[in-house]
């Protein structure tokens, strides 16, 4: 895939797709072929770091003790702290409601035994405890957290769970199609890395708008995704009494 079928998609996403009086955003879907993401070793689970903000800015909670509370309140949308944890234990209401309302959650490296007793069971299910993977675990010293809430504000998670498929915004329709380009083509490369059969792995490629129809990305240029029509029930009634 080269940057001009990714142009040619985006412009004729932008052109099937009807104006909103909201921001729309453009969403990436890759299918993938010969590998079973419930295997374990098979599963794709990546984050990666874009050049342009994809969506809104995520929301970010830190789970730290005092030696980082300051720096964790500078660079976050909340902090939780150590002497807050039995609050929250053995409390389902209150777990749900922190799970769902941020997207990150940075823990303090020497203070993951307790966040994983305390927030495991709630955070564990809904993928929300604090990745490695995204640089969400960090050393009780550390300059500066700001750096680390500007990169998740930039990163996308790329993950397979039941199906062959992974799913992601890639922008907001206000970003110019070169931008919009360049965060598809990141994913795409990292992507294809991740995978055992890199390029052979992946099926086909889709982009639309939140509210527009798929386009395909292909070296023949982009293909508009027909919907098919389903049948209306009282069509079928009425064929069989014409019958009769």
């Given at each position: 895939?080269?940057?001009?079928?990714?142009?040619?998609?985006?412009?004729?996403?932008?052109?099937?797709?009807?104006?909103?009086?909201f921001s729309q955003t453009f969403d990436?879907?890759?299918?993938?072929?010969?590998?079973?993401?419930?295997?374990?070793?098979?599963?794709?689970?990546?984050?990666?770091?874009?050049?342009?903000?994809?969506?809104?800015?995520?929301?970010?909670?830190?789970?730290?003790?005092?030696?980082?509370?300051?720096?964790?309140?500078?660079?976050?949308?909340?902090?939780?702290?150590?002497?807050?944890?039995?609050?929250?234990?053995?409390?389902?209401?209150?777990?749900?409601?922190?799970?769902?309302?941020?997207?990150?959650?940075?823990?303090?490296?020497?203070?993951?035994?307790?966040?994983?007793?305390?927030?495991?069971?709630?955070?564990?299910?809904?993928?929300?405890?604090?990745?490695?993977?995204?640089?969400?675990?960090?050393?009780?010293?550390?300059?500066?957290?700001?750096?680390?809430?500007?990169?998740?504000?930039?990163?996308?998670?790329?993950?397979?769970?039941?199906?062959?498929?992974?799913?992601?915004?890639?922008?907001?329709?206000?970003?110019?199609?070169e931008e919009i380009a360049e965060n598809?083509?990141?994913?795409?490369?990292?992507?294809?890395?991740?995978?055992?059969?890199?390029?052979?792995?992946?099926?086909?490629?889709?982009?639309?708008?939140?509210m527009g129809q798929l386009i395909e990305?292909?070296?023949?240029?982009?293909?508009?995704?027909?919907?098919?029509?389903?049948?209306?029930?009282?069509?079928?009634?009425?064929?069989?009494?014409?019958?009769?």
């Open positions: 895939m080269n940057q001009k079928e990714v142009l040619d998609s985006i412009k004729k996403v932008r052109e099937i797709t009807k104006p909103r009086k990436l879907i890759i299918n993938l072929q010969q590998i079973n993401p419930k295997k374990a070793e098979e599963k794709i689970d990546i984050f990666i770091p874009l050049k342009h903000l994809k969506s809104k800015k995520p929301k970010i909670c830190g789970l730290v003790d005092k030696e980082l509370e300051t720096k964790s309140k500078d660079a976050f949308d909340e902090t939780i702290i150590k002497d807050d944890f039995p609050r929250y234990k053995g409390n389902k209401k209150l777990l749900r409601k922190l799970a769902l309302s941020y997207d990150y959650f940075v823990a303090q490296a020497n203070l993951m035994g307790e966040i994983a007793t305390v927030f495991g069971k709630t955070f564990g299910p809904k993928g929300k405890m604090p990745n490695p993977k995204a640089g969400c675990i960090v050393p009780p010293v550390i300059p500066d957290l700001k750096p680390l809430a500007k990169r998740l504000a930039l990163t996308t998670r790329l993950q397979t769970k039941e199906e062959s498929v992974v799913k992601t915004a890639i922008g907001k329709d206000i970003l110019k199609d598809l083509l990141i994913i795409h490369n990292a992507l294809v890395h991740a995978l055992p059969q890199e390029e052979q792995n992946i099926k086909s490629i889709y982009l639309k708008l939140t990305i292909t070296p023949e240029g982009p293909k508009v995704k027909e919907i098919k029509e389903k049948p209306k029930k009282n069509a079928s009634k009425s064929s069989k009494q014409e019958k009769g």
